[in-house]
């Protein structure tokens, strides 16, 4: 992990905001999934931050244990604690997602939609959080592929749990509660 809290603004880094999804979209994306019957599922990716690419020339001293005395570090790539590094992942998976022809939402700049006249797919990411949802399971199951071969993911299935809601399926439609997250910050 990089001792981020010493970088200087201007010099180690210039942006750090990174684009997550609005609690709005989430709930709009799970109503029209209830309503159509869609898929949906979630991942995870493992280790999102360090597949950011750094802008800017960033060093740190060697990590403790290595015979380096007087050197440091070039990082070529984001490490954890770089005030830059969510933003460099959101940055690397936007660009790999339209690569592969999805458009990203000018309405939630984390929500990003493909659709043809068969198929409609719709991807939300938290940080390194996404749900997966559309008519599809093919579709899903191709750009889980293509993710895991790209960033290595943790495929967790059908939605069950994202930011606090717990979500639920059943033949009326989907149960969303928010109970524990309730609980969480009561205790």
């Not at 905001?17 to 159509?36: C, D, E, G, P």
């Amino acid at each position: 992990m990089a001792k981020g809290y010493t970088q200087l603004e201007g010099i180690d880094f210039l942006d750090t905001f990174s684009h997550v999804a609005k609690l709005t979209t989430v709930r709009l994306l799970l109503a029209i999934a209830a309503t159509k019957n869609w898929h949906l599922h979630q991942l995870n990716v493992d280790n999102a931050f360090l597949h950011g690419d750094l802008k800017e020339e960033v060093y740190m001293t060697p990590p403790p244990g290595l015979d380096t005395q007087g050197q440091v570090c070039k990082l070529w790539k984001s490490l954890y604690g770089l005030k830059q590094a969510s933003r460099q992942w959101f940055e690397k998976l936007s660009s790999f997602l339209i690569s592969i022809g999805f458009v990203q939402s000018q309405s939630d700049h984390s929500l990003f939609i493909r659709n043809n006249s068969s198929c409609f797919f719709a991807f939300l990411v938290y940080v390194d959080d996404v749900i997966l949802t559309g008519n599809s399971l093919k579709d899903i199951e191709d750009v889980k592929a293509l993710l895991n071969s790209a960033f290595k993911i943790k495929d967790l299935g059908n939605l069950k749990y994202f930011l606090g809601f717990e979500v639920a399926r059943c033949k009326k439609g989907i149960h969303i509660c928010q109970r524990k997250y309730a609980l969480d910050i009561l205790s």
